[in-house]
């Protein structure tokens, strides 16, 4: 049986943990991709939505845990990922 992970409270204790532990030992089963977004966005745009369609997007995107307009970038990027 594996480890759980810690509780870690901020990015210096993350990072003192990744760099000390052997994560092997540990239940990484609950991790989810984590994806940094490094380039600025440059251009804006306004969008008119219907309310239940915005506030299902934004239930959606707390889901996720992210903001729910970069969830929204995410689902045109996938879209047009798979054109």
Known sequence: MKKKLPILRSDAEAEAFVANSDLTKYNLSGMVPMRFEFKPKDKSINLRLPEPLLE???????????PYQRFIRLVLEKALSEA
């Open 56 to 66: 299902a997007v934004r239930t959606r995107a707390k889901g996720a845990g992210i």
